[in-house]
T-cell receptor, first 114, second 111 residues
Framework: DAGVIQSPRHEVTEMGQEVTLRCKPI?????LFWYRQTMMRGLELLIY????????DSGMPEDRFSAKMPNASFSTLKIQPSEPRDSAVYFC????????????FGPGTRLTVT | DQQVKQNSPSLSVQEGRISILNCDYT??????FLWYKKYPAEGPTFLIS?????DKNEDGRFTVFLNKSAKHLSLHIVPSQPGDSAVYFC??????????FGTGTRLQVTL
């Protein structure tokens, strides 16, 4: 079975450019999470969706960040405009809405903003 | 404001010995706790969990202990193996879905 798929795996961009990260959750999972990992703050939850509906976006750092989930098999995290401090590894995870707290993570996208 | 804290950024243990990774939390509403393991260039993978109604959960070489009064949990790995070398994240939740993670502890198991 395919796990959570993220693309691209690596992204290098210049400050001010738009960045779009993509995620395909595990088929049948109905919750999707976007995390950011940094050395200082560890794994931070940015936003999560239940049944394609955003439930909690309190972790989104600022208006430059936006996330969408147009259907059950696809989500995007967009940063516009990007800044050097956005450099981090971004993870997508999915899970079942009920029955388990266990989340399954994708391999991550390493973003570098120069 | 870290609600889940892993105060040891790194730990080195000899192969065959016990590894003990610690985690503290501040939110009394947390009632379920998980440990994840992360290898370089991979996403975190679930390792073991414990509900607040228990104080111990064991799975093979891995045991998690929960001390609710101290708001402290620990992960014991015994015996430690070189393949256990990874970053370990503690996570907690008090509501469906949302996990709060610590900053991680890098475990190095030496030969």
């Amino acid at each position: 079975d395919a796990g959570v798929i993220q693309s691209p795996r690596h992204e290098v961009t210049e400050m001010g450019q738009e960045v779009t990260l993509r995620c395909k959750p595990i088929s049948g999972h109905n919750s999707l999470f976007w995390y950011r990992q940094t050395m200082m703050r560890g794994l931070e939850l940015l936003i999560y969706f239940n049944n394609n509906v955003p439930i909690d976006d309190s972790g989104m750092p600022e208006d430059r960040f936006s996330a969408k989930m147009p259907n059950a098999s696809f989500s995007t995290l967009k940063i516009q405009p990007s800044e050097p401090r956005d450099s981090a590894v971004y993870f997508c995870a999915s899970s079942f809405l009920t029955g388990s707290y266990e989340q399954y993570f994708g391999p991550g996208t390493r973003l570098t903003v120069t | 404001d870290q609600q889940v804290k892993q105060n040891s950024p790194s730990l080195s243990v000899q192969e065959g010995r016990i590894s003990i990774l610690n985690c503290d939390y501040t939110n009394s509403m947390f009632d379920y706790f998980l440990w994840y393991k992360k290898y370089p260039a991979e996403g975190p993978t679930f390792l073991i969990s414990i509900s607040s109604i228990k104080d111990k959960n064991e799975d093979g070489r891995f045991t998690v202990f929960l001390n609710k009064s101290a708001k402290h949990l620990s992960l014991h790995i015994v015996p430690s193996q070189p393949g256990d070398s990874a970053v370990y994240f503690c996570a907690a939740t008090g509501t469906a879905s949302k996990l709060t993670f610590g900053t991680g502890t890098r475990l190095q198991v030496t030969l």
